[in-house]
């Protein structure tokens, strides 16, 4: 593996995988760009056939993980007779899966960062197909329970380390658009869910939901054996890096103050450079003196508990402010949506008299505009972002990402109040249809661009940082699932999303002041985090 290099004083040649203008090192006053450290077979540098390939297994994948969520509910009348189960049991297969699914994404994070994204693909997928065969062949609600809380621990690493894996392989620039595409495969599943798991169940019976995700298991499971190619580098983590750092630290003494930083935005206790320790270690320098090199590398690295523990990694995340309003924001988004799936298909069920096939088709209504708005949200992220940095004399700082969200901002809350009431007075379903298209497209519209923040923004720390957003998504969304049905029978269709409006209000407007006062509130979590 290569070991740690800085470019030298004086001389910077740019490497293929440096923008112009971002140095990867230079002297004691500069500063080490994470993101841009020269590795070996660098996955940017990838032909775009290889980025393409490894970009549909991760969608596949995630998109199987996201019809996992809700392809049972067509059939869980079917479950509830068939195991002799209570309501109550089969909402907590429901919420299990999301508390499990949103939680465990920390576990799998940390496991990614020390061993490379590819071992915890095959785990989890292996893990996936397991749960699916226990789940197909359950003869109790208990065991039911068990099993959906056990297929979400295995269906969850891909939404935890997909996007770290986008940015192992894209340049910020492009990331926006990637997550667009990337994105929508998760939103297609949860929009498919239904109309499969009614199809196959009406087929069948319950249980070939499962045997179906148990095919699809192993499909995903082969296609990273065989044709996903790790996108890990030691060289681009901080966790590594960090522990480097103390290896170097501990072995030479130090006889200068001078330091410099991890850049990306990301510094704390256990990442302040080493750069006079590299100085006084026997240096090995290339004939272009271009490129230093440390005799001590990351096959040196011997991780502690300390670097593999994913709670102090998730408590850096929460510690700055930014990072806070936005996780707080993308979880309201997620726990609407989920809501709102739920308690649709309990409306047209109810108030409609339709069958499971049918409520599918008009729910396959959301995820169409979710993937529209995933697509071209991206993009138009991306060139936002673009426009930004040209008028700010080609730099960029992570809050410009936010910038495109506001577009998407204006017509949520109004589409939501009319989808309020349009059910609450029982308008034709085909107004439904176009309401829930709008909620679709201009949620995730929103969505892309925060989630594609929060990656920018934590740099050498972006797997942990969607597995925080994984956390708070899944807690949201286990909450909403609990009080969904209670609250609409309260309040009906039209006070609950009315509510629902008010609160999405509440979130575009912790993205405003993240976009306003984010940048500041960076600099500061880094200075503090330099203080410890």
């Known amino acids: 593996m290569a070991s740690l290099t800085v470019a030298k004083a004086g001389s910077e040649p740019k490497t293929p995988c440096q923008k112009s203008g971002v140095k990867a090192s230079t002297d004691s006053n500069d500063t080490i760009d994470i993101e841009h450290v020269p590795v070996n077979d660098d996955p940017r540098q990838w032909s775009r056939t290889r980025k393409t390939i490894t970009l549909c297994i991760i969608s596949l994948a995630a998109m199987v993980s996201a019809l996992a969520s809700n392809i049972q509910n067509p059939s869980n009348f079917l479950i ?11 909402s907590w297969t429901l919420a299990a899966f999301q508390l499990i699914q949103g939680n465990f994404p920390l576990l799998w994070s940390a496991a990614s960062e020390i061993k ?19 789940l197909a062949l359950s003869k109790t609600i208990e065991v039911m329970i068990g099993m959906r809380a056990l297929q979400a621990a295995g269906s969850c690493a891909v939404m935890a380390i997909s ?11 492009e990331r926006g658009t990637m997550m667009g595409i990337f994105y929508a495969a998760p939103l297609l599943g949860p929009a498919l869910g239904p ?51 103390r290896l170097h630290i501990s072995r030479v003494p130090v006889q200068s103050s001078s330091k410099s930083t991890i850049t990306g935005h990301e ?12 100085k006084q270690l026997q240096l090995n320098v290339s004939d272009d003196n271009s490129v230093v090199t440390s005799t001590l590398g990351l096959n040196d690295v011997r991780l502690s508990m300390n670097d593999i523990n994913p709670f102090p990694p998730y408590f850096q995340i929460l510690s700055r402010k930014n990072n806070v309003l936005i996780l707080i924001a ?18 047209l069920a109810n108030t409609y008299d339709y069958n499971a096939f049918s409520v599918g088709l008009v729910l396959l209504c959301l995820g169409v505009g979710s993937i529209a708005g995933s697509v071209i949200g991206g993009r138009w992220s991306d060139r936002v972002l673009a426009k ?61 661009s925060t989630l594609a923040y929060l990656v920018d923004a934590n740099p050498g720390r972006s797997c ?14 286990f909450i909403s699932v609990m009080i969904a049905v209670p609250l609409q029978n309260a309040l009906g269709d039209g006070g609950l999303y009315t509510v629902w409006a008010c609160v999405l209000v509440v979130t575009e407007l912790l993205v405003i002041l993240v976009l306003r006062k984010g940048e500041s509130w960076r600099r500061e979590g880094e200075e503090r985090e330099l203080k410890h």
């Open 267 to 278: 510094s704390n206790k256990d990442q302040t450079s080493v750069k006079d320790t590299e």
């Open 163 to 173: 996007a770290a894996t986008l940015a192992d392989i894209y340049e910020p620039h």
């Open 80 to 90: 509830e007779e068939d195991l002799h189960a209570t309501s109550n049991q089969i």
């Open 116 to 134: 490379g994204r590819k071992p915890v693909y095959l785990v989890a997928s292996a893990i996936f197909v397991v749960g699916n065969v226990a």
């Open 195 to 245: 109309i499969l798991g009614g199809s196959l169940s009406q087929a069948f019976s319950w249980r070939a939901s499962f045997y179906f995700l148990l095919i699809c298991g192993g499909v995903i499971f082969l296609s990273f054996l065989i044709l996903f190619k790790d996108t890990y580098r030691r060289e681009r983590s901080l966790t590594y890096r960090s522990a480097l750092q």
């Open 388 to 448: 930004m940095m040209e008028a700010n004399g080609g730099k960029w700082y992570a809050e410009m990402r936010l910038e495109s969200s506001t577009l998407g901002m204006l017509w949520l809350p109004l589409a939501v109040i009319g989808y309020a009431w349009v059910c609450e007075k029982h308008v034709n379903v085909a107004v439904i249809c176009v309401m829930l298209v709008l909620i679709g497209f201009s949620s995730i519209w929103m969505y892309t």
């Open 464 to 477: 942990t940082a969607v597995a925080t957003n994984s956390s708070f998504r899944g807690s949201l969304a």
């Open 330 to 347: 993308n979880g309201l988004v997620f726990g609407f949506t989920y809501c709102l799936s739920y308690t649709c298909a309990r409306t």
